[in-house]
Structures are given as C-alpha cells and as structure tokens.
C-alpha cells in the first residue's frame, strides 16, 4: 500500500476509534500496528483528545506526516469492538483492495439505536438510579418521563453547533426544574432522588475512566485533557441544578 494512502487510512481509523470513545494508548497502538504490518520502517505517532499526529518512514527513508483534528466525540463500545476487530484482521492478512477504506466507511455508516429506542433507555435508566438512591415509586415514574424528557432535549441540541458545557447546563437546568415542579404538584416525593436518576444520564463516566487509564498508561497530557473536561462536564451539571433552584424559590438549597 503506498504511503499516502496508508497515512490517510490510519488517520481515518484512529479518527472514527477516538469519536467511539476508544482510550489513547488503543488509538496509538492501532495506528502503529497497522503501519508496522503494511511495511512501515518506522512509525511515530501522538494522539490526544482533539489532535492525531502521525509520521511514516518507508525502508527508502521516505516520510510522510498527517494531521487529524478530532472535533466531536462520544461513546459507542459496539462501533469500537468492530474498528478493533477490523484493526486485527487488516495487521493479519494485509489486504491491498479497497478493504481498509470500505471496512472503514461500512463501520461508520452503521446508525445508532433510533431515537424512541433511546428514549426508552434512558427513562428505565433514570427510574432505576432514582430507586437504586432511595427514591419511591412515585420518585421512579416522575424520573423515567423526566428522563425521557432530557433524551428530547439532548437530541435536539446534538443538532445544533451548541457548546457542550452549555448543552449540559441547559439539561441539567431542566431536568431539575422538573423534577421540583413534580414534587410540588405531588407527582414525586422528593425531588432529590428524581434528579440524581436524571443527572446520572449526563455524567461522564466514561470521559473519567478512561482519563485515569491515560494517566495511569502514562499519557499524562491527554489524560489531565480527559480529567478537566470530565470536571467541567460537572461543574456545567451542577450549574444548572443550581439555575433551577433559584429560580423555583432556592427551596431544594
């Protein structure tokens, strides 16, 4: 495969592992495996949360650089076992047809559960964490229509070029919202345990595990990277929690 071509497809396919969610060191180690397996004499590259560098040197000392700016990311583990197992089949048998290029595009064309399906979701979701921290039944309905409510409004904002602290404030804001207006109208007992259900579909769990396993691996930079977006992520959900006290009359503070 020549070089160009190699560089491009391994910027795709780190790309498309970042935007699933995939660790740091995973994306690096992809990379490198799949140059290394298509005859790269040497293989540089660093990848942080929004940028991938990459080098190659081929045996006659040719080299070529790309950049890949990473611009929006999530978390889809079904999308990212797949680019790994594509990953392992392209280092196996190093196909030189188009199978890397339409591996890639028939991954990322595969469409996530439609949008009732996920609404589903994350109403059980956030019964299931209301009741697990000690809410009522009444508690555990008020928090599966709230949350399905917050999916409505994540996905219409995820429409949208919002930024993502604010797009968390403006849920987190809402959800708190409702949940005191249900509590004051008798639809819920505590308004407490209706938020925490709902506020537990926007936490980044997984931005924080995987900033740890960076730090811990001993990609210092993208892992503080990963840290300080996970607390910012927080600190955006507790801003709206507190917009929504204050304006339902600071009772819940």
């Known amino acids: ?25 995973r ?21 942080i949360t929004s940028v991938i560098f990459l080098t190659l040197t081929d045996d006659n000392e040719k080299t070529v650089t790309g950049t890949r700016r990473v611009k929006k990311y999530s ?25 890397f290029e339409t591996g890639i595009e028939q991954i990322k064309a595969e469409k996530p559960y439609n949008l009732p399906v996920q ?20 508690d555990a309905l008020s928090a599966s229509v709230i949350g399905l409510i917050v999916r409505l409004i994540t996905f219409a904002q995820s429409k949208t ?15 708190s919202a409702l949940a005191f207006l249900a509590v004051k109208t008798g639809l819920g007992d505590e308004a407490s345990k209706i938020i925490i259900g709902n506020i ?7 931005a924080l595990t995987n900033s740890i396993r960076d730090i811990i691996s001993g990609d210092i ?25 204050l304006l339902m009359g600071g009772g819940a503070l």
Do not use: W
């Open 161 to 175: 070029k919002v930024n993502t602290a604010f797009s968390n404030v403006v849920s987190s804001a809402i959800l």
């Open 200 to 206: 537990m579909l926007l936490i980044p769990g997984v």
């Open 221 to 245: 930079v993208s892992g503080m990277l990963r840290f300080i977006e996970a607390m910012v992520t927080a600190l955006a959900i507790a801003a709206g929690y507190v917009i929504a006290a």
């Open 27 to 47: 994306v690096e180690d992809t990379i490198s495996r799949i140059a290394n397996a298509y005859g790269s004499k040497r293989t540089d590259v660093f990848v």
């Open 75 to 99: 978390t889809n583990l079904d999308k990212l076992h797949k680019y790994n197992d594509l990953s392992r089949r392209l280092c196996a048998q190093t196909p030189e047809d188009n199978s």
């Open 1 to 25: 495969m020549q070089q160009d071509r190699l560089l491009k497809n391994a910027l795709d396919l780190g790309e498309q592992m970042l935007i699933c969610g995939a660790e740091i060191s």
């Open 119 to 138: 609404c589903v979701f994350s109403a059980v979701v956030a019964a299931a964490f209301a009741v697990f921290f000690g809410g009522s039944i009444k």
